[in-house]
C-alpha cells in the first residue's frame, strides 16, 4: 500500500475539523492552506514560497512544489515528469475505490493523466476533431448566447456566478459539443460533479459520482452514436469521426475526452471570468484603460490570466530523478507544479503583484505547458474577451463588496462561488 491511501484520506478528516485543522497547520510555515481565508487569498503564502525558495518538499503531504515559473515550465515539459501515477495513487485511495467500472475507465483514461505514447495517439485523434474552424464557428454564436444572458440580468446589482460566470461557458461549451439547450443544466450539474474527482482531499459521494458518471457515459456514447448516423458540424461528431489511419477512439476514451473537455471548458472559464472581474475592480485604473484601449483586449485577457488564474496546481510524478537548481526530485516523488504562484514569480515578471494590462508578453502558465496544454485555450481567451467586453458595457465603474464574494473551495481550482457587483 503507497503512503498516500493513508496520509490523503487522513487530511481529509482533518479539514472537516476546523479546530483540529487550525491546530495541525500552525506548525507548517505555510500555514492551512485549506484554510477559508487561505481559499480566499492564496497569494498571501507569496511572501513565505519567495523567502523558502522555488523548489521545496513538504513532508505532511509527501511531495515536492513547484512555485517558479522556469522551474514550472521544465517540469511540465520533461518527460520524466508525468501523469499517469496520479491517477494510480487516487485509485488506491477511498473513495476513489468505491468508484464503478465505469468510473474507473472514465478517471484512467482522462487526458490529463495520460501519458505517451497513449497520450500522443489520443491527442492527435482529437485534434482531427478539435480544430481552429470548430472554434471560430461560435464567434458569432457567442453574441448571440449574451445577449440572451445580458438580458436577464439585474441592471444595478447582478449576482455574476449563476447568473452569468457559470452559464455564458457551459452554453457555449454545448453549442461546441453539439449538446442540445434542453441539456445545458444537466451537463452544468454532471460537470459540478465529476470535477470533485480532481480534488483528493476534499472526496466525494461515491455513489453519486457513480451514478453521474454512469449517466453521463450512456448519454454520450448514444450521443455519439446519433452523429455517426447523421453527422453534424459538432465536436461529438468529429471525435466520434475522428480516424488515423485506421485508429478511432474507443468508447471510453470517447466519453473521458467528451468529459475533460465539458469540465474544462466550463468550470476554469468559469473561474477565470470571476478572477478577471474581481482584479479589474481591484485595479480601475487598469480597466478604465481597456474601456479606452479596446484593442488590446488580446493582451489584456492574456495579463488577467496571468494575475489570478483559475486552476491553482498541476500534480506530476517523477519517472526518473529530476533535477531542478540545487535540488533533485527522487524518482517516484510526487510534484505539484504551483501554477498560480508560478505566474507571480519575481524572477520572471516586474511587479507581478501588480495589474498591467499592457505588461509586455505577460506568457501565463496558466495553460500548462508540454503535452498536456489547454486544449481549450483558445476557445477561453475568446469566451473571456466576449464576456467581460459586455460586462464592462453594461455595468462600467462597477463595486465589489467583500460581502459579496464567496469562493470555491477547491485546493486545485479557483473562483468566486458568488460574485455580486454594483453598477457604477
Known sequence: MRIEAVTIPILRQVLKRPRLSESIFRFDSWGNPFSEEATADPYALLATLREEGPVVYKRTYQQ?????????????????????PQIDMLLEVRPYTQ???????FFRNFLVGVDPP??????????????????????????????????????????????????????????LLGVPAERRDWIRSAAVQITKLLDPFRGFDPD???????????????????????????LITGLALAEDEGDRLSEDELVAIFGLIMIAGHDTTTGLLGTALLALAEFPEQRAWIRDNPDQWPNAVEELIRF???????????????????????????????LA????????????????????????ISFGHGIHYCLGANLARME???????????????????????WKQSITL?????????AG
Open 118 to 175: 497513449d497520450h500522443s495517439r489520443l491527442r492527435g485523434l482529437v485534434n482531427r476533431a478539435f480544430t481552429p474552424r470548430q472554434v471560430a464557428r461560435l464567434d458569432e454564436r457567442m453574441d448571440e448566447i449574451l445577449d440572451e444572458l445580458m438580458a436577464g440580468l439585474d441592471p444595478v446589482a447582478p449576482e455574476l456566478v449563476d447568473g452569468f460566470t457559470a452559464q455564458f461557458p457551459i452554453y457555449v461549451i454545448a453549442e
Open 384 to 406: 473571456i474577451r466576449k464576456g467581460l467586453e459586455r460586462l464592462l458595457d453594461a455595468y462600467g465603474d462597477y463595486t465589489i463588496n467583500p460581502a459579496d464574494v464567496e
Open 208 to 234: 453519486l459520482m457513480n451514478s453521474t458518471l454512469d449517466d453521463f457515459h450512456d448519454y454520450v456514447v448514444s450521443l455519439a452514436n446519433q452523429r455517426r448516423a447523421n453527422p453534424a458540424d459538432d
Open 341 to 364: 504562484m508560478a505566474n507571480r514569480d519575481q524572477r520572471q515578471f516586474e511587479d507581478p503583484d501588480v495589474l498591467k494590462l499592457d505588461r509586455v508578453d505577460p506568457a501565463p
Open 414 to 422: 479557483r473562483g468566486p462561488s458568488k460574485l455580486r457587483i454594483h
Open 99 to 105: 468508484l464503478s467500472p465505469k468510473g474507473r475507465s
Open 64 to 84: 515536492w512544489f513547484v512555485s517558479g515559473y522556469q522551474e514550472c515550465r521544465t517540469v511540465l515539459s520533461s518527460s520524466d515528469a508525468i501523469s499517469s
Open 308 to 338: 489570478d488564474t483559475s486552476v491553482k496546481s498541476d500534480p506530476r510524478s517523477a519517472k526518473h530523478d529530476i533535477r531542478l537548481g540545487e535540488h533533485t526530485i527522487p524518482a517516484g516523488a510526487n510534484i505539484v507544479a504551483m
